[in-house]
């Protein structure tokens, strides 16, 4: 078994490669056998320091093809702040204004600063929300992805990779409930997404934070009115197996 400190070794090496900008966001790294015999470890070794860079989101695997530097924003993973939230009970309108405070800003930047491309790839995920509204899961999967990128959009690597961890934790727990939305608020926050697009689109950053800060603002609300109907539903449930017991 490697140890712990030769794992770090691989995890050094590899940073010291990208401070040198040897290695540049979508490149591949050097085959496993050639990063051991750089860094005088064995193969085991590291794989054990390149299983730890994925934790870190500096990495990732693609199979058949090697390990890559991502060539999107960098990735933070959500599993520290799934914890955080876990032990302090973050709140949904904790959730939502750490949301406002991040995304209606990159709303702006990205209506300045989005690419073709970029406007593209935001342009589907609306499609998709309006495509897909019959299916929770599938809805929300596109709604994260359109809000991943607005951030991506906002030229912004530090925002991006802000959001792109809460929106993380954010999926984890809405996947648990979406289910409980009706297709009315689907819809509504379907066309509240296109809307934020089209002043991206026209690059008015004025619009787009408006936009954005109108959508959060409204999806707060209907996810809290979702979580009274849910607490109202409890007791009849609680009634009902009673009677069956």
């Known amino acids: 078994m490697p140890s712990e400190g030769c794992a ?84 949904r309108e904790e959730m939502y204004e750490a949301r406002r405070v991040l995304e209606i800003g990159a709303a702006g930047l990205a209506a300045e600063r989005a690419s073709a491309d970029q406007l593209a790839a935001l342009a589907d995920e609306v499609a998709n929300l309006f ?54 608020d689907r819809r509504a926050a379907a066309e509240a997404h296109r809307r934020i697009y089209q002043a991206i689109r026209a690059h008015d950053a004025e619009a787009a934070r408006r936009a954005m800060h109108d959508h959060l603002v409204e999806a707060s609300r209907y996810q809290a009115e979702e979580a009274e109907a849910e607490a109202a539903r409890e007791p009849q449930r609680r009634r009902r197996r009673r009677v069956a017991i």
Do not use: C, W
């Open 8 to 91: 770090e070794q691989v995890v050094a090496h590899v940073r010291t490669l990208i401070e040198r900008r040897a290695l540049r966001p979508g490149d591949r790294l050097p085959a496993e056998r050639d990063l051991a015999s750089q860094i005088g470890v064995s193969r085991p070794t590291v794989r054990a320091g390149l299983h730890a860079l994925a934790a870190m989101g500096v990495v990732h695997a693609r199979r058949g093809s090697g390990t890559f530097i991502p060539d999107g924003p960098p990735a933070l993973v959500p599993e520290p702040l799934s914890f955080l939230a876990a032990l302090h009970g973050f709140s």
């Open 131 to 184: 495509a897909l509204m019959h299916d929770p899961q599938a809805f929300l999967v596109h709604d994260v992805n359109f809000h991943r990128g607005v951030a991506a959009s906002s030229g912004n690597p530090i925002l991006a990779a802000l959001i792109e961890m809460i929106s993380g934790l954010y999926y984890e727990q809405r996947r648990k409930t979406a289910e409980r939305a009706v297709q009315r």
